[in-house]
Each structure stands twice: as C-alpha cells, then as structure tokens.
C-alpha cells in the first residue's frame, strides 16, 4: 500500500509534481515533502487559492476548539423591569386614579378644571408628567370628544348655580320645568337569613328621622319583633307603628356592613318610579367608571334609611352628570333621573317622616297607672285573709307558723279523673315496652 494513498488530492498532486522525474519514490524523499509542507501549512493560514490548510490532510471536520481554551466574554448586567408603583392619588392621598376618586368627582365641573391646572396634570388623561399635547393615551371626551377628559367637559347647554357654601349638601341644579319630577335615591342592600342571602332595595330619605322597614320584608328574614308603639307623621297623614325590629345591613359585594341598625315596621311602602330610558342612562359616558348601587333605578321598596344611616353611608357630595343627580355612597353610586310624563306616579313624593311626641292623654294615662293609690282596695276574700293571717301567725323556736285560708266558693274544676287515669295506663305501658 503507497503512503499517498492517505493524502488528500490536492497534496497528492503537489508531491507528484515535486517529485523528481524519472524516479522512483522513496522514503527519504517523502519525509522531505512532507516536512516542507509542515512548515509551509505553519506559516501561511491559508495557500492561494483560498483553501483552508486543513484541506491538504484528511477530509475529517476539524474538531471545535475546546471551552475551556476559550475566554468568556463579559454578559452585560440584566436591568432589573421598572417596578410599577401603586396610583397615587393627588387629592386625597388614596391608592387609586384621580378619575375614581370620590372627593374629586364631588367637586363641580369649574372646581375639577381648576384643580387639575393647580397641580399641573394633563387634561386629558389625569395624569402627572406630560401635558395635553404630548398625551399617549388614545381616549379622549366620551361627550364631545375634545381633547379633553370626560370629568372635566363642561356643558354649555346647561345653566349652572353657585353652590352655597352655608348648605354642604346642596348641589348645582339645571334649570327644568317648575312641575318636573325625578325619581329617588335607592339602593340594593343584603341580608343573611339562615344560610342563605335576601337582597331588597332600600330607599335612601335624608327626610326620615327614622329607618323604616315593610312587614313583608321582616316577616321573610324571621326577625324577631320587639312591641314598641310609636306614632309617625308625614305629609299625607299620621300612622301609629306598634313593632320594631332589629338586623345588620350589608352592600350587596359584602365590602361594608352598617352597624345593627333598629327598623320601625310598616304595612308597605310605594314603588320607586323609575325613568323610561333606563339603558340611555346606563349608556351615559361619565359613569362607566362607577359601580352603580341600583342599576334598575326604582321598583319595589321595602327599606327606608333615614337621616343618620344616609350621613354614614356617604362618601362625597352630590354631583350634577348633565341632567342626572349623583350621590356616591359606600353602596355605590346612587342616581336620581328626570321623570317623564308618562313614568310619573300618580302619587310618589319623599317620605319625610317624624316622630311626634305624646299627647296629653297619652302623658295623663301613664301618670294614672304609675300613681300610688292612698288606701288598697280588698275583696272580702282578701279581707278575711289578711284577718286569719293576723290571728294565726305565730313564731315558735324561730319559725313561722300560719294557718291557710279557706275559700268559701271554691272554682268547679271539672271531672278530670278518667283522663288523668287515661294517661296514667298509657305512660305505663310506653315505659313498659
């Protein structure tokens, strides 16, 4: 076997054209080829026709350099992400956006225009770092679309009042019709009954001295009742209430519970009149960013929260959303909205309700029933009684002793003996067994 055999075929080639002619191959004369070649390949990287060196020796792929003969090169540090921060309200300091904040949504429209250039935020998105013009967001004014958020659009159909800063809880209001109607503030409120949830709608009366609550209602929590009369009048006429009950109420997500709370019972109340348009009205840009307490706005009431629970339950002033009143409470956001002609009850006002004090036969009565009588006034039963009482008491070795009295007209009990025996054999026989 001829050693160039194992040589590729371009360095079989250069040995035959170096080889000398007319003689045979040695030995000797290859060591010398090969050694020239050896130092050739080590000089030069490559020969001239831009073959690699590795291609005058055997066809079998270099292997890859080793990892540890080769020097890592330096990663670049990972940044850690920006971490996201919780929204920061400017106005109340709370965790939440300026647009759901209830305080900044109570002002007027002027008030949150003036509040917002005061502390330099954009007009448009709320936010602090840019102006209107450099914007991102894409949003604009669901009312007019300007450039402009929703909360601060100003409407100039609409004929605003100054608020009177004597009434807190006075609005701005538009100018409607003497003879407009609108309905009530309500909500939806639960109670837990035995395991399982009643939801009721309850009409918030800042008019109501007390809360008030419908006898159906009661009846289907199982309340225990507490007989306690009193009198309430409002503008038809005066009714006298005899029980009240007593319960917690809780928001219909469970977020806030109002203390145990006592509710004067009534026959029923009148339904809440509700708009004719009630979807225009839920469709309303502005409040897609609330939770509505009652989105049905109106129907049937069993609830009546007075004065006290409607002051506890607030969370802002009321506020004016074109022609829709606004009262945000920690039951949601509670509306109240114009009435046509046609959803207008024939009667359906306010329940505005006192207590009324006692009259003066009421006072002479109780004054009558607590007044000692001057001398007690005895049957000749108890007459003759206390006189056997009188004669027969004695005290021998410390104790008492006393004669019981007889009466001369004892009660007709009746024949009870066959029943009582009755009875008798019957308990005998269930014990026997």
């Known amino acids: 076997m001829h050693a160039s055999n194992f040589m590729s075929p371009d360095c079989r080639r250069e040995w035959l054209r170096h080889r000398p002619p007319d003689t045979p191959p040695d030995m000797t004369n290859l060591l010398k080829f090969v050694e020239a070649q050896k130092k050739e390949l080590r000089g030069a990287s490559t020969l001239t026709a ?4 590795s291609s005058y020796f055997s066809p079998v792929p270099a292997r890859p350099p080793s990892p540890r003969h080769e020097r890592p090169r330096p ?5 850690p992400p920006p971490r996201r921060t919780a929204p920061h309200c400017p106005v109340c300091g709370e965790n939440h956006t300026l647009s ?4 900044f949504v109570g002002y007027d429209v002027d008030r949150r225009n003036k509040t917002v250039r005061e502390r330099k935020l954009c007009l448009n998105c709320l936010a602090e770092g840019h102006g209107c013009k450099s914007c991102p967001s894409r949003f604009s004014c669901r009312t007019c679309s300007g450039r402009h958020h929703t909360l601060l659009h100003r409407d100039q159909e609409t004929t605003t009042t100054t ?14 019709a003497s003879r407009s109607a609108a309905s009530l503030f309500t909500a939806l409120v639960a109670f837990a009954c035995g395991g399982r949830t009643v939801l009721a709608r309850a009409l918030l009366d800042s008019g109501a001295a007390i809360p008030m609550m419908t006898e159906s209602l009661a009846n289907s929590l199982g309340l225990p009742r507490r007989h306690d009369p009193m009198p309430i009048s409002g503008i038809i006429g005066t009714t006298r209430c005899q029980y009240t009950v007593t319960c917690p109420v809780v928001s219909v997500d469970y977020r806030y519970k109002m203390p145990e709370t006592t509710f004067t019972l009534i026959p029923s109340l009148d339904p809440i009149a509700r708009p004719s348009n009630v979807k225009e009205v839920l469709d309303t840009p502005a409040l897609r960013h609330f939770s509505l307490a009652d989105a049905e706005l109106g129907g049937r009431v069993d609830l009546v929260l007075g004065v006290t629970q409607v002051t506890a339950l607030s969370t802002g002033k009321m506020f004016q959303v074109g022609n829709l009143g ?8 509670c509306l109240s909205c114009p009435l046509d002609n046609d959803a207008r009850p024939a ?5 505005t309700t006192t207590t009324t004090s006692p009259t003066e036969s009421d006072i002479s009565r109780l004054w009558e029933l607590d007044r000692v009588p001057e001398a007690p006034t005895l049957t000749p039963e108890e007459q003759s009684a206390l006189t056997q009482f009188d004669a027969s008491c004695t005290r021998v070795d ?7 009295p007889r009466t001369t007209s ?9 029943q009582a025996l009755s009875r008798l054999f019957s308990n005998e026989k269930s014990l026997a067994s």
Request: proline share 14%.
């Open 50 to 53: 831009g073959r690699p060196a």
């Open 163 to 176: 608020q009177a800063p004597s009434a807190p809880m006075m609005v701005s209001q538009p100018q409607v």
């Open 326 to 333: 606004a009262l945000p409470t920690q039951l949601g956001l």
């Open 398 to 404: 410390g104790r008492y002793s006393v004669s019981l």
């Open 347 to 351: 009667v359906n006002t306010i329940v």
């Open 100 to 103: 759901r904040c209830t305080t």
């Open 75 to 79: 990663q670049p540090a990972k940044q």
């Open 410 to 418: 004892p009660p007709d009990l009746g024949d009870s003996r066959r």
